[in-house]
């Protein structure tokens, strides 16, 4: 495994970390969960990504169960808030309130007296965005939360959050967690420039496309028994990529993997890798293969030839229009 600082700070984390969102309390059971777990760790992943909402907090209850025993200094645990963990109207967003007992439960569930990174999973426009980074800055000096972060935040509303952390004496956000895959580059023009200026980090997600990038997903004919795209939840999710267009040209990239001996898994996580705004790429899997497989993508170098051909083949499929990072317009 290789290591990447988050974004300016002192803080080293795996360059490719274990995130268990539509896995863990869902669509596979605990001993699998488990197993990829292990497999992570085997294979020197000490990055492990979820968030409150996640199976309707099941998902940090097993990750808590998966990592229980090892030696927490080993590990740097990343959560979020925002999305609604709970029936009432406060259970959600990023008020004080919400955020304070949502902390809360995450540290009783992942069975830690702090997390490593916390973010704010979405941009809350129902709350002011000084009461969000003062309670932020309050759960640091509580010793509850080492770092702070967002998630699918604009760069506008980046900057804004630094200028208030800057003008208040707060704690600055490290880090950001954008989708960003080969297909899907909309942080490229704006979020990345404005980080690498401010030292923020970009720890993405869905970087083999939740697992369209590997080739599986054949045009024409039915998932694979098992995979994402047949599972309740995850067909929603996956959707977006699940059309004839993008399936054929991504067949067209085997080729370029087989050329560079690597599987179609290590040439989409490289891929993001190549990007030094890239603090880390969050992979998920169902099994503790897929880890194996996907982690030998650390170290990896990309060539500008083999960057370029990845360009040619994909073409207008690939997503760059920086106005597709949003947030709900209300609170959800
Ligand atoms: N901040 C946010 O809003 C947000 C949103 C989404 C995700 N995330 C984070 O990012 C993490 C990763 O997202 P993701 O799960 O979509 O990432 P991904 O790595 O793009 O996709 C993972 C899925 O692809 C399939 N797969 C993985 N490796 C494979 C291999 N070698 N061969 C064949 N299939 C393979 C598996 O699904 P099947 O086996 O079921 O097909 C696996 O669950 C999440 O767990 C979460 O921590 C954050």
């Known amino acids: 495994m290789e290591f990447r600082h988050l ?5 080293m984390v795996s360059e490719i970390s274990y995130g268990n969102w539509l896995t863990h309390g869902s669509q596979v059971e605990e001993d699998a969960a488990k197993k990829c777990v ?36 080993s590990l740097e645990i990343f959560t979020k808030v925002y999305w609604p963990t709970g029936p009432g109207r406060n259970d959600r967003g990023l008020s004080r309130k919400h955020i304070t007992e949502s902390i809360n439960g995450s540290l009783r569930r992942l069975q830690t007296d702090y997390v490593d990174l916390y973010q704010a999973h979405r941009f809350d426009v129902e709350t002011p965005l000084e009461e969000t980074l003062k309670t932020f800055d309050d759960l ?20 804004q959050a630094l200028k208030i952390a800057d003008e208040m004496g707060f704690d600055r956000l490290v ?24 030292g923020v980090g970009q720890i993405v997600w869905s970087p083999i496309g939740q697992g369209v990038l590997t ?11 098992g995979s994402r795209a047949t599972d309740k939840s995850g067909s929603a999710m996956i959707s977006r990529f699940m059309k004839d267009d993008v399936l054929a040209r991504v067949q ?10 690597v599987s179609m898994a290590q040439l989409a996580i490289a891929w993001v890798l190549q990007n030094p705004n890239v603090s880390s790429a969050i992979i998920g899997a169902s099994r503790p293969e897929q880890v194996r497989d996907n982690v030998k993508a650390a170290g ?23 106005s597709k990072t949003v947030s709900p317009r209300s609170r959800p």
């Open 38 to 73: 292990k497999a992570a760790l085997d294979e020197g992943i000490t990055t492990f990504d979820t968030a409150d909402v996640y199976a309707g907090t099941k998902a940090e209850e097993v990750l808590g169960r998966a990592l229980n025993g090892v030696r927490r200094e």
């Open 300 to 322: 990896v170098k990309l060539e500008d030839g083999v960057l370029q051909r990845i360009d040619e083949i994909l073409g207008d499929v690939v997503e760059r229009d920086p």
């Open 7 to 11: 974004g300016r700070s002192g803080l």
């Open 252 to 261: 067209e990239l085997k080729p370029v993997a087989a050329d560079l001996g």
């Open 175 to 198: 880090s950001n967690q954008p989708q960003y895959s080969m297909l899907w580059r909309v942080i490229e023009s704006e979020v990345v420039p404005l980080s690498e200026k401010e």
């Open 215 to 225: 080739g599986k997903y054949v045009p024409g004919q039915q998932p694979p028994e």
């Open 140 to 159: 640091v000096r509580q010793g509850k939360v080492l770092y702070i972060g967002v998630s699918e935040w604009t760069a506008d509303q980046i900057a």
